[in-house]
């Protein structure tokens, strides 16, 4: 019995090493089309390989190089290493799905215009100015909603442009999640508010942000009006309940 084992296992290695060196834009010519996804000329295998731009949704990712990672499969996962260029800036990640079916992201790093993001989510009523620097552990799929995440985002130099001009100064938010939520903790220094806040953003795309806000000199008469209409003001901070849906 362990002989027939080891044969097995002998023809399932042989087989996947076949699989994996096969080239990938043979590979990719027999996968079915994604909605909303396009690739460049890729070159290389399974194994290690390169695609000139990978586009999704409109967002382009230049010079995307991947590497498979064999440890992964030993628990049921199917991974690669990814590396690449979003909006000129290096953009790493690990990447794959699970024997279920269920898709895996970690160690994503990189940037992008902070504009950017709000045109993602559909924000068009405020525009800002500043990157945004994000170094995140996990992200999770769920199957509807938002997706939830853990580490760090970074916006600085951080600025809203309209529909009033205000400067944040730098704003860093930590996260953790379980099955349904983010959680984290949101800190803006350097500029014209002092914040620091709780917030929890759901699956399902509902907020929530417990804040206590300081003002640190001059700031328009329209954050002066909104904190004094929806803030409670006391021994020097205003503190703000405000919850929404994205």
Known sequence: MKGWRAWLLGVAAWLLFLVATLPAERVLALAPELPGVAIGRVQGTLWRGEARRLR????????????FRWLPLLSGRVEFALRGRLYDKPLRARAGVSFDGTPLLHDLSGSLPAAELLYRLGVD????????????????????????????LRWSPARIEAPLDLLLGTVTLTTEHDETVTRGRLVASGGALGVEADVALEAAGAYRLD?????NGQVPQAVNRFLSSFAEYRDGLYYLEWSDSL
């Not at 990712?61 to 590497?67: D, F, K, N, T």
């Not at 804040?211 to 003002?215: E, F, G, Q």
Request: aromatic residues 8%; neutral net charge; without cysteine.
């Open 211 to 215: 804040a206590r806000i300081r003002r």
């Open 125 to 152: 009523q405020v525009k800002v100015a500043g990157n945004l620097v994000f170094s995140l552990d996990e992200v999770v799929f769920p199957a509807e909603g938002v997706p939830l995440f853990s580490g760090e």
């Open 56 to 67: 999704v949704q409109g967002m382009e990712v230049s010079a995307l190089g991947w590497r």
